[in-house]
């Protein structure tokens, strides 16, 4: 042997034996690219592989280089270079720079001589590592055979890599799954039990195990002998008929019997088989839907909705759409019965209503009244007030029931009133026309505490507010005059600068020993 082939044959198991070191896909191509221009002393060395292996019209991609010149990111499927390896899967060498049909061996202006050696195993197509020099006639049959030996080498690790990689990859979205699939048994409200092809527990959810005491010890138990005691003969049965015939049962009910003094569980059964390759028998699946649970948690539902309905019902025509949303969303705010408050009241009254009505017939009386509650009303819930209720020709309004917030209940409660009194006032109103022209309205309000809640009968049951706070309210509607807001103290206190407030003498009202001082809200500044 030559002393040039032993000095080739020395590289080649040198070079071959740092591939051996490298598992890593990326680290086999480093190696390859970086062993190949060192042992060769090209200038250049360029690794492009088939983005696409499966498909033969696949163009290439630039994956590692070696030297200190640009090359193209890119070889197209289409040049005559690649065309001619894919098809005869051989290598090309070119000894000098020439026209012709390879000139995409060249990656580089400088470069005059090359050689390209396809990356391929008997089933796949991997790329193509291309290396060149700026030498003219410089590779000769030695360094060709020290490449094409190193790349046919090289070409089945970087393979067998790959397909590690794939394998790697497989088994991950496999596990992946199986904890995506094992997270949805364990979400599942019905209790699953599968067995193997033998009829022995192989898998139970969570529920199964809360509901029907299964731990790991039961994994290898067969289904008749663990359950004989909990279900009835004809259930078991049944489950034996689907492991024999593959006939699924669908909507079988019964009673699992438990072990110790807890409520027995009425339960409806699905069983279905579990196929195997060409249809083979490889267990049952076992769905139990437990009747006693699914009863109580309609019925809860049942409550909720009810209990939606009855907020919905008791507030939707007294309050805005916003509040009436949040309450049924937390119907737990609306408690039965009564409960204390700090909010603010007024009672807003027509004035001169009485004298006005004496001689009017009802129906127009009541056309005037419409009128004006219609768009007082609708400020009211603008500012998100509770209408309580109308007592003849006077609205009773709350803030800070049934939500309370009491800094805002009372400027919402003194704006609405602003608000309104503006419209009274206002000589384009669409109410308090013709013979009602002299009709105004007087307000009396005041925050305090006061409870809460439905009050009435099991035949008609409203929610209303009750108490001193109330009663003071009223008492000062009684004392103001048309076109005045009168506030107490308590609710001047929760005011800032945006109200033009005048002050008033106190007044002595009845259920009251000391006089209250009392305040007019003119208007907004």
């Known amino acids: 042997m030559m002393v040039k082939e032993l000095f080739v044959l020395d590289e080649l198991v040198r070079a071959s034996a740092l591939l051996a070191d490298e598992g890593d896909f990326k680290s086999l191509i480093s190696v390859l690219v970086e062993q190949s221009l060192d042992i060769t002393r090209s200038d250049l060395a360029a690794l492009y592989l ?50 012709g049909p390879f000139d995409d061996l ?18 796949s197509r991997i790329g193509i590592l291309i290396l060149n020099s700026r030498k003219a006639l410089f590779y000769n049959k030695n360094s060709f055979n020290f490449l094409d030996s190193y790349t046919k080498q090289a070409s089945g690790m970087l393979q067998n890599s790959r397909l590690y990689r794939e394998l790697k990859d497989y088994v991950k979205k496999i596990e992946d799954l199986e904890r995506y699939q094992e997270s949805i048994f364990e979400s599942m409200t019905n209790i699953l039990i599968t067995t193997d092809e033998n009829n022995k527990i192989e898998y139970f959810n969570h529920i199964a195990e809360e509901s029907m005491g299964l731990d790991e010890e039961s994994i290898g138990v067969p289904l008749s002998q663990y359950f004989k005691k909990n279900l009835s003969r004809k259930v078991l049965n049944a489950t034996e008929k689907v492991g024999a015939t593959g006939q699924e049962i669908l909507g079988m009910e019964g009673i699992y019997k438990r ?10 059964l699905n069983v279905s088989a579990l196929k195997g390759v060409r249809g083979k028998h490889k267990g049952l699946t076992l769905l139990f839907t437990d009747q006693t649970r699914e009863q109580e948690l309609k019925a809860t539902a049942k409550v909720a909705t009810e209990d939606r309905r009855v907020i919905k019902d008791m507030f939707a025509r007294y309050l805005s759409n916003d509040i009436v949303q949040n309450l049924m969303d937390s119907p737990e705010m609306v408690k039965p019965g009564g ?6 009241v007024f009672f807003a009254d027509i004035r001169g209503y009485t004298s006005f009505s004496e001689d009017k ?20 819930i603008k500012y998100g007030g509770y209408i309580d209720k109308f007592i003849g020709d006077c609205i009773m309004a709350a803030w800070g029931v049934p939500m309370v917030n009491e800094t805002e209940d009372a400027v919402k409660a003194v704006s609405c009133a602003v608000e309104i009194q503006n419209l009274v006032k206002d000589k384009d109103r669409q109410f308090f ?31 209303t507010v009750i108490g001193d706070t109330v009663n003071l309210a009223a008492r000062l509607e009684g004392v103001s005059e048309a076109g005045e807001i009168i506030i107490t103290e308590d609710t001047r206190k929760h005011l800032d600068d945006r109200f033009i407030i005048e002050s ?17 809200v003119v208007g907004m500044r």
């Open 50 to 99: 088939f983005k696409n292996p499966e498909n033969k019209n696949s163009d290439l991609k630039l994956m590692y280089k070696r030297g200190a010149f640009e090359v193209a990111n890119e070889l197209l499927a289409d040049t005559e270079l690649v065309e001619f390896i894919n098809e005869c899967e051989k290598s090309v060498v070119l000894q000098e720079r020439k026209p």
């Open 106 to 123: 060249f990656v580089h202006p400088l470069m005059n001589s090359g050689i390209a050696l396809p990356l391929k195993t008997s089933k």
């Open 259 to 268: 072990n110790n003094d807890e409520r027995d569980m009425d339960f409806s």
């Open 339 to 344: 409960g204390t408050k700090h909010a603010t």
């Open 361 to 380: 017939s009802p129906e127009y009386i009541i056309e005037v009244l419409n009128e004006y509650f219609s768009e007082a009303v609708e400020i009211v």
């Open 433 to 463: 026309k013709g013979k009602a022209e002299s009709l105004k309205v007087g307000f009396g309000m005041h925050t305090g505490d006061l409870v809460a809640g439905n009050l009435g009968s099991s035949r008609r049951m409203d929610y």
């Open 504 to 520: 008033r003498d106190a007044v002595k009202v009845k259920g009251k020993i000391k006089p209250i001082q009392i305040y007019n």
